[in-house]
């Protein structure tokens, strides 16, 4: 498993900040105090450097002690005094991205990073339902689920360790969760994305390079975000980015999942495809629940479990059978108004089968039918 430093970003644009115990700061303390000038200079002339210091911040970071150290002094000063960078590393009790608070930060961090399944699940959430705006604002990432959101925020410790984050409902009554920026800089650095936006995102090319474990993280994460299983069976993926669609079938091939073609929704930018092989699926998803069950589906899963549940109860083609099957629906719909996909549930007949029964109860009078919402729910008509 990869295993990323904090110094392999000093190699990269981000500008990290960190926070090191009181004892380790004045042990480089005592071998600065007395050079803070010579060092300042040295340090400007230094590969290390990413932006020109005064005197005076070496003085912030180890005399006085009241303000983060930028990752880039720290590594010109073990390099310096022949200490280990990753000892050092193992010390952290912070990082962030420079001039932000403190509070925006990884407190606790779980360092070296690991490029586990759970970070590629991550990556998969951003892409899919997150985002890392352009206009330099913190990482967030939506879900309406409340189970799935708390998976996502376990993922981000299990990998940072303690990320600081707020979460609220918008104003669609959607959970957002916003979390440090760095987050999705680092996400962005390690796995080379070059967008998280709706309609230019990309599968990241190292993911089809990662072991089957990573592309079923991938895969399993979008249809939690962009994902949906019928009552019935039906498994769709879609998205309004073709190429990104594309992306996703592909990584479905390599795991031997067979995909029908992407489609093109008429009168819309939405493409789609279905994953046909359901029972392989099933298996997949039995088999990280177990290693890994913070990526989990959730109540996706749940349907599709009562598909292969509704398919043990294949019912006979007599007209005995049919009547037995309406007394049921009349049965269940006594106490409350049900839609079909309750019904489902109840009876553990598949919709198609309880649309015929319903069409010809409806036609008989012995029911009515009233819509809410995207579902028409059923009940009785009193004699």
Known sequence: MLRFNLD????????????????LKDFFKEKIIYSIYAEVAEFNASPFVKDKIV???FYDWFVYQNSAIPLEVMYYLAKKFKVNFNEIEQQIIFYKQKHVPAKNSIKNPNLPIQMHPYFTSIIANLIFDGSVPVDGKGTYYNQKNKEIMNDFIEKLKFIFGDVFYSLRLDHKKVLACRVPRIIG?????????NSFGTFDSRVPEIIFNLSDEHKIAFVLTALIDEG???YDGRITFGVCNKLLCEDVKKLCAGLN????EVTKKSKSNYY???????????????????????????????R????????????????????????????????????????????????????????????????????????????????
């Open 8 to 23: 392999y970003f000093l190699k990269t644009d981000l500008q990290i900040c960190i926070d090191l115990p009181t004892s």
């Open 55 to 57: 005197p005076a911040r």
């Open 185 to 193: 800089e680092i996400c962005r650095l390690t796995y080379k994305v």
């Open 228 to 230: 949906s299983i019928a």
């Open 257 to 260: 999942l067979e995909t029908t």
């Open 272 to 302: 789609y495809f279905c994953i046909k092989s359901k029972e392989k699926l099933l298996k997949t998803i039995n088999f990280i629940n177990k290693k890994y069950p913070l990526i989990s589906l959730e109540y996706k899963e749940k």
């Open 304 to 383: 599709l479990l009562h598909y292969f549940e509704t398919k043990k109860c294949s019912g006979l083609h007599t007209k005995a059978f049919g009547d037995l099957r309406k007394e049921k629906i009349l049965a269940c719909l006594e106490n409350n108004s049900l839609s079909i996909n309750q019904l489902s549930v109840k009876l553990l007949v598949p919709p198609k089968s309880l649309s015929r029964h319903l069409s010809v109860l409806l036609d008989s009078k012995k029911i009515n039918k009233k819509k809410s919402g995207c579902e028409y729910f059923y009940y009785l008509i009193p004699n």
